[in-house]
């Protein structure tokens, strides 16, 4: 399959792939896994999205926000592979953190937005595991945040 062809057929736009902006990278590769650090959640102008899910937004908006943190995963893994996506092999894992209050138990269906973004542009190699954790607070009072683990060719 080609990822690229079907990133244009989704009429996808990815961002671009973010430095980071503290003591780490952005992605490592080791062996034929390749690991990619959290990307919070930023809306298609570059501003963050803010808020605690239960309180300040909905399960929808944070499953938009989700979807977001999956688009800059996908640029991490273009840049990191040299913008050949066809050394991808497939998706491994996904952890998604959720910014939320005590009593917000739909985590899993924020994460379906970083999820699906991945199951429709990689197919059946994006199916994942995945965890779906809440906490209280993320960096910068973003709503959402993922990273990733992808196998290579």
């Known amino acids: 399959m080609d990822f690229n062809q079907k990133i244009h057929e989704l009429n996808i ?3 671009k792939a973010a430095d980071p902006v503290g003591s780490y990278v952005a992605a490592k ?4 896994m390749l690991f990619i ?9 570059g501003n963050l999205i803010k808020g605690k899910l239960g309180k300040d937004m909905s399960t929808d908006e944070g499953y ?7 688009l800059s995963i ?3 893994v273009k840049k990191a592979c040299g913008n050949d996506l066809s050394k991808v092999k497939s998706c491994i894992k996904l952890t998604g953190f959720v910014n939320s209050v ?3 138990i739909e985590q899993p269906k924020v994460i379906n937005g970083a999820s699906d973004l991945i199951a429709s ?8 595991t995945r965890a779906a954790v809440s906490t209280n607070s993320l960096p910068l009072g973003v709503a959402v945040e ?4 992808f196998e290579l060719n």
């Open 74 to 76: 996908v640029s991490q």
């Open 37 to 45: 650090s959290g990307q919070i959640s930023i809306d298609e102008n």
């Open 121 to 128: 542009i990689f197919g059946d190699n994006g199916m994942h």
């Open 13 to 15: 736009n990815l961002p």
């Open 146 to 149: 993922v990273d990733a683990i």
């Open 29 to 32: 590769i080791s062996g034929k």
């Open 64 to 70: 938009k926000a989700a979807k977001r943190c999956a």
């Open 102 to 104: 005590d009593d917000f």
